[in-house]
């Protein structure tokens, strides 16, 4: 079947929602990401109707943000959600060892935020939904260090979703699908092909030169 690219945000939110409404059907345990590649996407307004229609859904959510200064700005933009919103250092201080089946979403987590971001999740029995995570840093590079990671926590992770916008067109993959290359054309975007993993830019860039 052709699949279509969202024709704005709102409409990549719904493709998000019932993308992660399957996956964690898949695997409700599971470490899922989400990834919305736009360049200047304001993410607080994105996070919170995220937590919002899954918890309308019937999932109990905590949107989890790495920093201080996040989780109170999240707190005063939605304060009727307020108790189910918190820090992963706040989340640490709280474990208690218990099986706990909510779901944490949690909101951009940066290489800084490596090792409490990997405790936090190590410790949670529930699922962990990550929203346009960067753990991986380039000061790594390509050391031990780096490959370490690969292996280990980064492996973890499985595509919910995924939405990139390229020079000359677009990736795309919602769970359980494949992946998806858009050409741009003049009246718009075209599927060329897909992939049944992530494709590096030397595919992409083969793919988009063959079509």
């Known amino acids: 079947m052709i699949k279509t690219l969202p024709a704005d945000l709102l409409a990549a939110e719904n493709m998000v929602l019932e993308a992660l409404q399957t996956s964690l059907k898949d695997q409700p345990l599971g470490r899922w990401e989400v990834n919305l590649k736009f360049e200047g996407l304001k993410?607080?307004?994105v996070a919170l109707r995220l937590m919002?229609?899954?918890?309308?859904?019937?999932?109990?959510?905590?949107?989890?943000?790495?920093?201080?200064g996040g989780t109170a700005l999240a707190k005063h933009n939605a304060?009727?959600?307020a108790n189910q919103i918190s820090s992963i250092n706040?989340?640490?201080a709280e474990k208690n060892g218990k099986d706990d089946d909510r779901i944490f979403l949690v909101v951009a987590p940066q290489p800084s935020d490596?090792?409490?971001f990997e405790l936090l999740c190590d410790k949670h029995s529930?699922?962990?939904?990550?929203?346009?995570?960067?753990l991986e840093d380039s000061a790594v590079g390509i050391g031990g260090v780096a490959r370490q990671r690969r292996r280990g926590f980064?492996?973890?992770w499985r595509k919910a979703y995924w939405l990139e916008p390229l020079e000359s067109g677009a990736l795309m993959r919602s769970?359980?699908?494949e992946w998806i290359l858009f050409r741009a054309d003049v009246d718009g975007y075209r599927e060329t092909t897909t992939f049944d993993q992530r494709p590096d830019a030397e595919a992409i860039d083969a793919a988009l030169v063959g079509t």
């Open 43 to 45: 993410l607080m307004p």
């Open 52 to 68: 919002q229609n899954l918890q309308e859904d019937g999932f109990e959510i905590v949107l989890v943000w790495p920093d201080m």
């Open 79 to 81: 304060p009727e959600l």
């Open 90 to 92: 706040d989340l640490l």
């Open 114 to 116: 490596y090792e409490q």
């Open 126 to 134: 529930g699922a962990v939904v990550m929203l346009n995570g960067r």
């Open 154 to 156: 980064l492996s973890l």
């Open 175 to 177: 769970h359980p699908g």
